[in-house]
T-cell receptor, first 113, second 115 residues
Framework: QQQVKQSPQSLIVQKGGISIINCAYE??????FPWYQQFPGKGPALLIA?????SEKKEGRFTISFNKSAKQFSLHIMDSQPGDSATYFC????????????FGKGTHLIIQP | NAGVMQNPRHLVRRRGQEARLRCSPM?????VYWYRQLPEEGLKFMVY????????ESGMPKERFSAEFPKEGPSILRIQQVVRGDSAAYFC?????????????FGPGTRLLVL
């Protein structure tokens, strides 16, 4: 059972455009939602994270939107650049649990110059 | 300021051999997580360890896999009698506390290929 569903699987955006990646979760016990960026041959690196008590968080060109009632959250990359081309993973974790992060399957993002 | 280190970066084993993957957490971190990533898949949690203790191993296969994090030295993920299905990238992550939202910092991974 996949607890975090991520879409799309791949995404091509023109330079300067907005990249949007969506995730939906099932476990209502999740209470922390980070996004990770992974380049080929590297480990994931934390990009931005949000807690369910806020509906939006912005850091530079990256924004997370969170809809608690719909159990959905999304990553928006404004003014997308070729250097943003990578695989993006949404994740979730339960503060009261003892296991690790639950990841989505990832989105391959390509920014065309 | 070294990040999380993993070695080897690439490991080739034949079926039936043992694989040992090592992870040195960031300086000051005493919490280690191991994840497995299959091709075109997200990372799957395997085990969470603190020094000398396994906190949660709910994602670990019941047989052939074991993990430890001794008082001194790196954390070790051990896979006995490897099979082709074990071929994957194995990542460890470390954090500084058991606060659940504490950022996990990932290493570069070990890519295991079983022939």
């Amino acid at each position: 059972q996949q607890q975090v569903k991520q879409s799309p699987q791949s995404l091509i955006v023109q330079k300067g455009g907005i990249s949007i990646i969506n995730c939906a979760y099932e476990n209502t016990a999740f209470d922390y939602f980070p996004w990770y960026q992974q380049f080929p041959g590297k480990g994931p690196a934390l990009l931005i994270a949000i807690r369910p008590d806020v509906s939006e968080k912005k850091e530079g060109r990256f924004t997370i939107s969170f809809n608690k009632s719909a159990k959905q959250f999304s990553l928006h990359i404004m003014d997308s650049q070729p250097g943003d081309s990578a695989t993006y993973f949404c994740a979730a974790i339960n503060e009261g649990g003892a296991d690790g992060l639950t990841f989505g399957k990832g989105t391959h993002l390509i920014i065309q110059p | 300021n070294a990040g999380v280190m993993q070695n080897p970066r690439h490991l080739v084993r034949r079926r039936g051999q043992e694989a040992r993957l090592r992870c040195s957490p960031m300086k000051g971190h005493s919490h280690v997580y191991w994840y497995r990533q299959l091709p075109e898949e997200g990372l799957k949690f395997m085990v969470y360890l603190q020094k000398e203790n396994i906190i949660d191993e709910s994602g670990m296969p019941k047989e052939r896999f074991s993990a430890e994090f001794p008082k001194e030295g790196p954390s070790i993920l051990r896979i006995q009698q490897v099979v082709r299905g074990d071929s994957a990238a194995y990542f460890c992550a470390s954090s500084s506390s058991d606060v659940r939202e504490e950022t996990q910092y990932f290493g570069p991974g070990t890519r295991l290929l079983v022939l």
